[in-house]
């Protein structure tokens, strides 16, 4: 039985490595690299995509190339960008790669460009440009989405030659060897089941001297009857009378300690032949094998798993955090509109105010510089982006610290900073960030006390009174607003109907945007108000140069509406809220009957 186990596995083993090595190249051939038959993108298709993790082969390279009559771009770049970037927009992907046959492709119908060129986004993390573009790839490695579009925004890929090429060059080499794997075990299991056939005629052997069981058994019934004939007289120990001078306690002694017959040793001599012969063969056989755990090229299934990509990568705050400044320099020089490619939200409508106001009294504005900057976000699988970011001004003038809410909306758009505050140095939070920068957003105890800070905040702005076992909202940047609604009231110069409504801002959801720190968590949040006068007629009133600049009517009534903003930096650390504030800004006015 234990010849037919063997035999069968070596057989096995033998028809296993020729199926496999016969498989291997069949698929990829006997080239050092095998490659796709060319095809034609599809008319009217803007992009061709391929994602590598479609690639079925493993422990290899392979290449994308693509050649034009025209100048070509070819970006790599995190699946999450070129998903959001390429909705809607006709392009053709390939879906499945068949070696050495071809590349399965589809054309998928959309709107004829983007919104803006490929060339211009900044999330490529590799560019190639020219009328033949390619890019190689470790399939290893992490995937990434490979995109060529036209180099020019009036440019196509009408006739542009796609192919994908792979390395192979080892799996060749490893073919062969695995044949003579086979060979070796196939062999191997022939010679086994062949002595097994020869076994079955084999004579039975000789016996010599009555050795073997029967001659055993005559010998020990003839001692048996000598020591009956001896009688109980005998004395143990004495000659047996069989001539051959040897007690009996020698011969048994020889008989337990002395040298096995001969044919004993021809057996054992045998199987530790077929043993050795045995254990050879199968040392080789398992060396064979042991190649197919080496790193050539072998087919896999793919396992698609959805992108994910961090706000900013490790690196890359310094390098926005100085466009950003230029950006809005140059745009604090020119219209208010400029301002909307480099600010949104509650940012947004405070920056046009101030513009508004410095050139109602001919004065200038200009962006901050940065010296320093810590930033982080959470991980995302889709847009909108978003994260934080806490800077040092290079001005030495400032004491505090910036921190801005930087959002971006689609792939296909530009960061904007949604919300900007100066708080002081000791109120910047430490966000601790992962190798890959992000951020794990705030636990939901964070929301919680954030929005009891900010309804606090309401409650203080609108009649000076703050709730019980809140923050201190007078030192943390609220009371100037409570002592400009108080010049208003009083008794000597002011107005004696004056009303102020103040409510949380809505205008963007920004408790959402909230990241967890090293002790709780900080989010950003706002409170409007609008202030409402009602001047007698025999009053002249100047509402000064501020309230002025950003009136919005030509209204001379009796009723004057001021609406401010009061931003501010929530905190959270354990059961303990914290909120600082740079103050309130003036937004717009207008009069009214």
Not at 25 to 37: A, F
Not at 113 to 118: K, N, S, V
Not at 279 to 287: E, H, N, P, R, V
Not at 429 to 452: I, K
Request: glycine share 10%; aromatic share 6%; hydrophobic share 40%.
């Amino acid at each position: 039985m234990i010849r037919l186990a063997m035999g069968i596995v070596c057989a096995l083993c033998g028809l296993g490595l020729a199926g496999l090595s016969f498989s291997a190249l069949s698929v990829v051939g006997t080239e050092k690299e095998t490659t796709t038959k060319a095809f034609s993108a599809g008319d009217g298709a803007y992009a061709l995509v391929l994602d590598e993790a479609i690639v079925p082969f493993e422990h290899t390279e392979a290449t994308l190339t693509v050649t034009s009559d025209q100048e070509l771009f070819l970006g790599a770049a995190n699946g999450v960008d070129v998903d959001d970037y390429l909705t809607g927009v006709a392009h053709e992907e390939i879906t499945d790669v068949d070696f050495p046959k071809t590349a399965h492709h589809r054309l998928i119908a959309g709107e004829p460009q983007p919104e803006a060129p490929a060339p211009e986004r900044d999330w490529w993390t590799a560019e190639d440009t020219g009328t033949t573009v390619s890019r190689s790839f470790d399939l290893d490695a992490e995937p990434q989405v490979i995109v060529v579009t036209p180099a020019e925004p009036a440019g196509t890929l009408e006739g542009a030659q796609v192919t994908l090429s792979m390395k192979v060059g080892e799996v060749l080499g490893m073919a062969l060897l695995g044949f003579a794997g086979a060979a070796a075990f196939l062999g191997l299991a022939a010679f086994v089941f062949l002595r097994m056939w020869v076994s079955r005629f084999r004579p039975r052997p000789k016996r010599v001297n009555g050795a073997g069981p029967s001659g055993v058994l005559r010998r020990r019934r003839a001692e048996s009857a000598g020591a009956a004939r001896r009688g109980p007289g005998s004395e143990a120990g004495t000659d047996s009378g069989n001539g051959d001078g040897l007690g009996d306690s020698t011969r048994r002694s020889r008989r337990r300690g002395g040298a096995a017959p001969a044919g004993g040793v021809s057996t054992l001599r045998g199987r530790s032949r077929r043993s050795v012969r045995a254990l050879a063969g199968l040392s080789a056989g398992a060396l064979v094998l042991s190649g197919c755990g080496t790193d050539f090229p072998q087919p896999t299934r793919p396992e698609l798993t959805p992108y994910e990509r961090p706000a900013l990568e490790p690196g890359q705050a310094g390098p926005f955090l100085a466009s950003y400044s230029e950006r809005l320099d140059e745009a604090l020089r020119g219209e208010p509109e400029a301002l909307e490619a480099v600010q949104t939200g509650p940012l947004l409508e405070r920056t046009r105010a101030e513009m508004l106001m410095a050139e109602h009294s001919d004065s200038t504005l200009g962006a901050a510089s940065y010296a320093d900057v810590r930033a982080g976000g959470p991980m995302f699988e889709s847009y909108p982006l978003w994260f934080m970011a806490f800077a040092t001004p290079r001005d030495e003038d400032i004491d505090d610290a910036e921190a801005m809410l930087v959002t971006r909306d689609s792939a296909a758009g530009e960061w904007t900073v949604a919300q900007s505050v100066f708080v002081p140095q000791e109120s910047v939070p430490t966000v601790l960030a992962d190798e890959r920068g992000a951020v794990e957003e705030a636990p939901p105890e964070h929301e919680e006390a954030a929005a009891r800070v900010v309804d606090g905040a309401v409650s203080y702005l609108t009649d000076g009174k703050a709730p019980e076992g809140g923050p201190d909202y007078a030192a943390a940047g609220f009371k100037d607003f409570r002592d400009y609604v108080g010049g208003l009231g009083a008794e000597d110069t002011g107005f004696e109907d004056l009303e102020v409504e103040c409510s949380p801002y809505d205008g963007m959801p920004l408790s959402d945007y909230a990241l967890a720190t090293e002790g709780g968590g900080a989010s950003f949040a706002e409170v409007r108000c609008q202030i409402t006068v009602n001047v007698p007629e025999d009053y002249f009133v100047d509402l000064g140069d501020e309230i002025e600049a950003v009136m919005t009517t030509d209204d001379e009534g009796s009723t004057i509406r001021i609406d401010i903003s009061q931003p501010m930096l929530v905190t959270t650390e354990g059961a303990s809220a914290e909120v600082a504030s740079p103050g309130w800004y003036m937004l717009a006015s207008a009069t009214s009957d």
